[in-house]
């Protein structure tokens, strides 16, 4: 009997595990909609292309080394499915663990929830790059890093190594539940590095310094995608519990969804006020990103604050943003969807919030933490952006740009009109 | 024979249209159409940058009537598209050589 509830904890966990990863995987769709929606309708087609290929590219690469630098496991996944004695082994981890101790699920679930996760933090950096960059060398880009880039800073975070053999992220206090630093913060910092290699669109910035708006095509699209993110980062938080079926780790579960719903909330009001506050408008746009802004702010913590903690952290991450979006533009870092403030900015600030409600973790074992993923993966990303631009180049030339990259680079609109 | 285009405010269209059908008008052409005049554009906001939108959004309607018609059609659309505000628009008058009904073949007034 003992057994057979060991066996049902062990299905229940590893259920809710593919289930979370299902809906991270959802937040690839909102990450295509959101960027779809926030450039012009020139560059529709690309965009789209991008977000789908690159989920292409983290799933394969990941599975071919990422998963195996990151958590030591083989390579090509050989093995993950489990042998014979699958059984006796699951229950003879479960019988160490006991019924109330960590979580015990399938390897291929787990496999399936941290690649979802890669997809993730390399999204983030296509809506940066956006409406310039040549797909190819975006590409290109997206396998170094989802097989090398992300799993190595994952390794020493999530994954327990110490950083080149010098130090160790968790010895430190560092802590990061669903990815503020590891998933965001390193797909921002990739971002960046992008973005200062590539240079601004063509017209943003005026000769006399003045920031041009250059209008998104379609808010209804950005505004879904806002709202399939939100629904996507149930699973990002919710699954990285990692384990429901005990009471205690149900009520976890059930507080992590209650928290990052809170902060999201508070993240947006947040911002529409700052931004009626600045500009005299309700801007739609920075509305959409201080709901992300909470969001990635809560995700580094979201177990241990109260609700009312977290709808102030968010709140304070929505303020940010709209901060860090105007900051960016002054110093001419061209991001047509808010990605580097969003992820970047709000992602270290998750970071730092911490320590306040997990004792756990300490403000120094923070800032190790996410300068280490910030001088790597910036590094990293920074010396890899230069080899590709020296091999193939990054940017499209003046005219496809003029154009719109959706005939440059994939020869197809995305509102076809006039054809035969 | 006169062709008459109308360049108004796109909420006043179905005032417009009913005006027309009143008098008797079997049938208009519109047009989306965007342009400046005195009016000149006005500005929008988007994440923080204003942007000038120098052409605003109008719409153009053609009418082709006999020439007995006319003022009751210039009548009609000068009311029903006014709002007294500047930006209302403007109406067009040319001279129509020729008219003919594709399906029929005929011509002239009797194709208006």
Same mark, same amino acid.
């Given at each position: 009997?003992?057994?057979?509830?060991?066996?049902?904890?062990?299905?229940?966990?590893?259920?809710?595990?593919?289930?979370?990863?299902?809906?991270?995987?959802?937040?690839?769709?909102?990450?295509?909609?959101?960027?779809?929606?926030?450039?012009?309708?020139?560059?529709?087609?690309?965009?789209?292309?991008?977000?789908?290929?690159?989920?292409?590219?983290?799933?394969?690469?990941?599975?071919?080394?990422?998963?195996?630098?990151?958590?030591?496991?083989?390579?090509?996944?050989?093995?993950?499915?489990?042998?014979?004695?699958?059984?006796?082994?699951?229950?003879?981890?479960?019988?160490?663990?006991?019924?109330?101790?960590?979580?015990?699920?399938?390897?291929?679930?787990?496999?399936?929830?941290?690649?979802?996760?890669?997809?993730?933090?390399?999204?983030?950096?296509?809506?940066?790059?956006?409406?310039?960059?040549?797909?190819?060398?975006?590409?290109?880009?997206?396998?170094?890093?989802?097989?090398?880039?992300?799993?190595?800073?994952?390794?020493?975070?999530?994954?327990?190594?110490?950083?080149?053999?010098?130090?160790?992220?968790?010895?430190?206090?560092?802590?990061?539940?669903?990815?503020?630093?590891?998933?965001?913060?390193?797909?921002?910092?990739?971002?960046?590095?992008?973005?200062?290699?590539?240079?601004?669109?063509?017209?943003?910035?005026?000769?006399?310094?003045?920031?041009?708006?250059?209008?998104?095509?379609?808010?209804?699209?950005?505004?879904?995608?806002?709202?399939?993110?939100?629904?996507?980062?149930?699973?990002?938080?919710?699954?990285?519990?990692?384990?429901?079926?005990?009471?205690?780790?149900?009520?976890?579960?059930?507080?992590?969804?209650?928290?990052?719903?809170?902060?999201?909330?508070?993240?947006?009001?947040?911002?529409?006020?700052?931004?009626?506050?600045?500009?005299?408008?309700?801007?739609?746009?920075?509305?959409?990103?201080?709901?992300?802004?909470?969001?990635?702010?809560?995700?580094?913590?979201?177990?241990?604050?109260?609700?009312?903690?977290?709808?102030?952290?968010?709140?304070?991450?929505?303020?940010?943003?709209?901060?860090?979006?105007?900051?960016?533009?002054?110093?001419?870092?061209?991001?047509?969807?808010?990605?580097?403030?969003?992820?970047?900015?709000?992602?270290?600030?998750?970071?730092?919030?911490?320590?306040?409600?997990?004792?756990?973790?300490?403000?120094?074992?923070?800032?190790?933490?996410?300068?280490?993923?910030?001088?790597?993966?910036?590094?990293?990303?920074?010396?890899?952006?230069?080899?590709?631009?020296?091999?193939?180049?990054?940017?499209?030339?003046?005219?496809?740009?003029?154009?719109?990259?959706?005939?440059?680079?994939?020869?197809?609109?995305?509102?076809?009109?006039?054809?035969? | 024979?006169?062709?008459?285009?109308? %360049?108004?405010?796109?909420?006043?269209? @179905?005032?417009?249209?009913?005006? =027309?059908?009143? +008098?008797?008008?079997?049938?208009? /052409?519109?047009?989306?159409?965007?342009?400046?005049?005195?009016?000149?554009?006005?500005?929008?906001?988007?994440?923080?940058?204003?942007?000038?939108?120098?052409?605003?959004?109008?719409?153009? %309607?053609?009418?082709?009537?006999?020439? @007995?018609?006319?003022?009751?059609? =210039?009548?009609? +659309?000068?009311?029903?598209?006014? /709002?007294?505000?500047?930006?209302?628009?403007?109406?067009?008058?040319?001279?129509?050589?020729?008219?003919?009904?594709?399906?029929?073949?005929?011509?002239?007034?009797?194709?208006?």
């Amino acid at each position: 009997m003992e057994n057979q509830i060991f066996e049902l904890q062990y299905a229940m966990d590893t259920f809710y595990f593919l289930v979370c990863g299902a809906l991270v995987m959802w937040m690839a769709a909102g990450f295509s909609m959101l960027e779809a929606g926030l450039v012009r309708s020139k560059n529709t087609t690309e965009i789209l292309t991008k977000n789908i290929a690159l989920y292409g590219i983290a799933c394969t690469m990941y599975l071919v080394c990422g998963y195996a630098i990151m958590y030591g496991g083989t390579y090509f996944l050989s093995g993950i499915a489990g042998g014979d004695d699958l059984v006796a082994t699951a229950l003879a981890s479960k019988a160490e663990e006991g019924f109330n101790g960590g979580a015990v699920y399938s390897d291929a679930s787990d496999f399936f929830f941290q690649v979802v996760f890669v997809a993730t933090a390399m999204s983030i950096v296509s809506g940066a790059v956006a409406e310039r960059m040549k797909l190819w060398a975006f590409l290109a880009f997206a396998v170094v890093m989802t097989g090398v880039i992300y799993p190595m800073e994952g390794s020493w975070t999530w994954g327990g190594n110490a950083v080149f053999g010098l130090y160790t992220l968790g010895d430190l206090g560092f802590v990061d539940f669903a990815g503020s630093g590891i998933v965001h913060l390193a797909g921002a910092s990739a971002a960046l590095a992008g973005v200062i290699l590539l240079g601004a669109r063509k017209g943003k910035y005026g000769a006399d310094g003045s920031t041009r708006a250059i209008p998104g095509a379609n808010l209804p699209l950005a505004t879904l995608g806002t709202f399939i993110l939100w629904m996507g980062w149930f699973g990002f938080n919710g699954g990285s519990v990692l384990k429901l079926a005990d009471v205690g780790s149900a009520n976890a579960v059930a507080v992590v969804f209650l928290n990052t719903n809170a902060a999201a909330a508070g993240g947006l009001l947040a911002a529409m006020v700052t931004a009626r506050l600045l500009f005299g408008k309700a801007d739609l746009t920075m509305i959409l990103n201080g709901a992300l802004a909470g969001l990635v702010a809560i995700t580094a913590e979201p177990s241990t604050p109260t609700a009312l903690q977290a709808t102030l952290f968010g709140a304070i991450g929505g303020v940010l943003v709209v901060f860090s979006i105007l900051a960016l533009d002054k110093i001419k870092i061209d991001d047509p969807v808010g990605a580097i403030s969003v992820h970047g900015t709000c992602g270290l600030f998750g970071l730092l919030l911490v320590p306040i409600t997990n004792s756990n973790s300490t403000f120094f074992g923070q800032i190790v933490g996410a300068a280490t993923i910030f001088v790597w993966v910036f590094g990293a990303s920074f010396i890899m952006w230069m080899v590709l631009k020296a091999v193939m180049g990054l940017r499209v030339t003046a005219e496809e740009e003029d154009q719109g990259v959706d005939i440059a680079e994939c020869g197809l609109e995305a509102y076809p009109e006039f054809t035969k | 024979m006169k062709l008459v285009t109308a %360049i108004i405010k796109p909420f006043k269209l @179905d005032d417009a249209r009913e005006a =027309l059908s009143e +008098i008797g008008v079997q049938g208009i /052409t519109v047009t989306e159409v965007k342009g400046f005049g005195r009016q000149k554009g006005h500005t929008e906001l988007y994440r923080g940058a204003e942007y000038v939108v120098d052409f605003l959004p109008k719409v153009k %309607i053609e009418v082709a009537i006999s020439d @007995d018609l006319l003022d009751q059609t =210039l009548e009609a +659309i000068t009311k029903a598209a006014n /709002t007294g505000k500047i930006g209302d628009g403007k109406i067009f008058v040319s001279d129509l050589l020729q008219v003919i009904r594709i399906r029929t073949g005929e011509t002239g007034e009797a194709a208006v």
